[in-house]
């Protein structure tokens, strides 16, 4: 089975596991190791098989998939998708922050889905620039109390006033081609601002930086 990417679902819908089980069975590369319906019995479970992607429904009885997350991420065996409609997005953001790999709408085609768990397990979340950004603009509004002092300091780090511009765009859903074109920069120096501020942050993708910089305050503009 080398080489084969190890999935287990959980979400108490059993159409839905069903259609994603004959998706993976169907497809080469992947396999699913397990399932389960609600969140206890999957954190009991993804602790015992270990799959490479847990695949957790947010909202599901008894234990909610966040819980279920909270219990799972501290092993590192596993990398965690979550589940879900964006009405629930304020669940996923605490999942991000618990060091979830992303979020998969349930609407997500086929393709998207095998996408999604391909990109996770290669060590990547699995959000889009552009989702990115819907995302920290969703629950992130506007809050005088998450800005901190010094501006440009959090986790422990200064960031120096370029890093913050960059930083700030990768929030906002700008690719590095659109970063390097409105602060007139090459896509390999922004390549290096973020390679810098992943190892000084300790945080390995854009999503977790974007994170990071919102809990800090530094994506709003000094007034």
Same mark, same amino acid.
């Not at 679902?9 to 089980?21: G, I, M």
């Given at each position: 089975m080398s080489g084969v990417v190890s999935v287990f679902l959980a979400d108490d819908d059993d159409r839905f596991r069903a259609a994603y089980r004959k998706l993976f069975d169907r497809t080469e590369g992947f396999r699913v190791a397990g399932e389960a319906g609600d969140g206890e019995t999957a954190a009991r479970l993804v602790g015992a098989l270990k799959p490479a992607v847990a695949l957790l429904d947010v909202q599901m009885p008894g234990m909610s998939g966040l819980e279920a997350a909270r219990r799972i991420l501290p092993d590192a065996a596993t990398r965690v998708i979550m589940l879900t409609t964006f009405d629930l997005d304020e669940y996923v953001y605490e999942a991000l922050s618990l060091g979830a790999s992303g979020f998969l709408l349930k609407n997500a085609s086929p393709q998207e889905v095998l996408q999604a768990v391909r990109t996770v397990h290669a060590g990547h979340a699995m959000l889009a620039p552009e989702v990115t %950004?819907?995302?920290?603009?969703?629950? %992130? *509004?506007? @809050? *005088?109390?998450? @800005? *901190?002092? *010094?501006?440009?300091?959090?986790?422990?780090?200064?960031?120096?006033? @370029?890093e913050v511009q960059v930083v700030r765009l990768v929030a906002r859903g700008h690719s590095n081609q659109q970063i390097a074109d409105e602060l007139f920069l090459s896509v390999e120096t922004v390549r290096t601002y973020l390679r810098r501020m992943f190892a000084k942050l300790g945080v390995n993708d854009r999503t977790h930086l974007a994170v990071l910089a919102h809990e800090a305050g530094l994506l709003y503009e000094p007034r």
């Amino acid at each position: 089975m080398s080489g084969v990417v190890s999935v287990f679902l959980a979400d108490d819908d059993d159409r839905f596991r069903a259609a994603y089980r004959k998706l993976f069975d169907r497809t080469e590369g992947f396999r699913v190791a397990g399932e389960a319906g609600d969140g206890e019995t999957a954190a009991r479970l993804v602790g015992a098989l270990k799959p490479a992607v847990a695949l957790l429904d947010v909202q599901m009885p008894g234990m909610s998939g966040l819980e279920a997350a909270r219990r799972i991420l501290p092993d590192a065996a596993t990398r965690v998708i979550m589940l879900t409609t964006f009405d629930l997005d304020e669940y996923v953001y605490e999942a991000l922050s618990l060091g979830a790999s992303g979020f998969l709408l349930k609407n997500a085609s086929p393709q998207e889905v095998l996408q999604a768990v391909r990109t996770v397990h290669a060590g990547h979340a699995m959000l889009a620039p552009e989702v990115t %950004a819907r995302l920290i603009r969703h629950f %992130a *509004p506007e @809050r *005088p109390e998450l @800005r *901190p002092g *010094p501006r440009h300091a959090f986790a422990g780090q200064v960031l120096s006033e @370029r890093e913050v511009q960059v930083v700030r765009l990768v929030a906002r859903g700008h690719s590095n081609q659109q970063i390097a074109d409105e602060l007139f920069l090459s896509v390999e120096t922004v390549r290096t601002y973020l390679r810098r501020m992943f190892a000084k942050l300790g945080v390995n993708d854009r999503t977790h930086l974007a994170v990071l910089a919102h809990e800090a305050g530094l994506l709003y503009e000094p007034r």
